[in-house]
Nanobody, 124 residues
């Protein structure tokens, strides 16, 4: 079992950057693949990026490729989402989630544990 805590959200102008962190307050995050998802107001939760347990494999949705980078530091029990070139359409609540498989899925139903989310707002 693992408890996840996201941080790093905030208000930023278009073109700016934020780095989100997903830390395990309980449990060992290195035992899980991790995904980042986001949910805009009135919309369904959507996949953003995912990373394997060891960090050697990553995948991201086409709309963030070249702008967002997912990484992890298992010694620090933390997964990061570096977001550059932010756009207003990136606005939403960002969640991290943990999947005990070697590599996670883009489907939210594959994940067993979720954090509480952190708000990202990008102004035009």
């Amino acid at each position: 079992q693992v408890q996840l805590v996201e941080s790093g959200g905030g208000l930023v102008q278009a073109g700016g950057s934020l780095r989100l962190s997903c830390a395990a307050s309980e449990g060992t995050l290195s035992r899980y693949a991790v995904g980042w998802f986001r949910q805009a107001a009135g919309k369904e939760r959507e996949f953003v990026a995912r990373i394997s347990r060891g960090g050697s494999m990553t995948r991201s949705v086409n709309s963030v490729k070249g702008r967002f980078t997912i990484s992890r530091d298992n010694a620090q029990n933390t997964v990061y989402l570096q977001m550059n070139g932010l756009k207003p359409e990136d606005t939403g609540v960002y969640y991290c989630a943990a999947d005990p498989d070697l590599m996670s899925s883009a489907s939210p139903t594959a994940y067993d544990y979720w954090g509480q989310g952190t708000q990202v707002t990008v102004s035009p």
